[in-house]
């Protein structure tokens, strides 16, 4: 699975982005989707996911403030960023798993100006 992810830039404290990720191929098999993100010198962290029922998980920071979405029929996923903060800057990875084989995209820089 290959997978491009579009939609980082930068933007100012309290503003929005939205995130998308498309992964190739045609079929109906990706069970998980979702993004973690790195900040400069850390770790990179689960953001969100969801999974193929439409659940979802944020991690608590995010919680209220970020939307995980997913569109199966274009094996989509959408992150969306509302009141952002300088602490969400990072390059944010997309990743699906398949057939319990896990996909990253290349990652896109989401940087958030105080």
């Known amino acids: 699975v290959q997978l491009q992810a579009s939609g980082g830039g930068l933007v100012q404290d309290g503003g929005s982005l939205r995130l998308s990720c498309s992964a190739s191929g045609s079929d109906f098999s990706i069970n998980v989707m979702g993004w973690y993100r790195q900040a400069p010198g850390k770790q990179r962290d689960l953001v969100a996911v969801?999974?193929?029922?439409?659940?979802?998980n944020y991690t608590d920071s995010v919680k209220g403030r970020f939307t995980i979405s997913r569109d199966n029929a274009k094996n989509t996923v959408y992150l969306q960023m509302n009141s952002l903060k300088p602490e969400d800057t990072a390059v944010y990875f997309c990743y699906v798993v398949r057939f319990g084989t896990t996909s990253w995209g290349q990652g896109t820089q989401v940087t958030v100006s105080s």
């Open positions: 969801i999974f193929r029922g439409g659940s979802t």
